[in-house]
Nanobody, 127 residues
Framework: QVQLVESGGGLVQAGGSLRLSCAAS????????MGWFRQAPGKERDIVAS????????YYADSVKGRFTISRDNAKNTALLQMNSLKPEDTAIYYC????????????????????WGQGTQVTVSS
């Protein structure tokens, strides 16, 4: 049974930091690109960042470039999202997702390419 379990969300003031963690089980983690998405009330679920199977390649949405850092530890089956300089507009439910890859050190920013999803963790940034 595949499980992706996010943790690390919470309430933080603007300018603060949070570190989200995604623990994966039931998959060969190193075969999966990992992504973080977020969904605010009334809005679609959008990509925040993604990372290739090896961790060498990353993608960031323009809105988080320079503030967020995605990483992974294949030995621990864990993906991380370090979020700094948080803004009220970062408030959303954050989801991690896994995308089975077959061709090289691949990552995806397309929501429909991801195979498994976590249950989400709430991040609230107060002004």
């Amino acid at each position: 049974q595949v499980q992706l379990v996010e943790s690390g969300g919470g309430l933080v003031q603007a300018g603060g930091s949070l570190r989200l963690s995604c623990a994966a089980s039931g998959i060969t983690f190193s075969n999966y690109a990992m992504g973080w998405f977020r969904q605010a009330p009334g809005k679609e679920r959008d990509i925040v960042a993604s990372i290739s199977t090896s961790g060498a390649r990353t993608y960031y949405a323009d809105s988080v470039k320079g503030r967020f850092t995605i990483s992974r530890d294949n030995a621990k089956n864990t993906a991380l999202l370090q979020m700094n300089s948080l803004k009220p507009e970062d408030t959303a439910i954050y989801y991690c997702a896994a995308d089975r890859t077959y061709y090289g050190d691949y990552y995806s920013y397309r929501r429909d390419e991801y195979d498994y999803w976590g249950q989400g963790t709430q991040v609230t940034v107060s002004s």
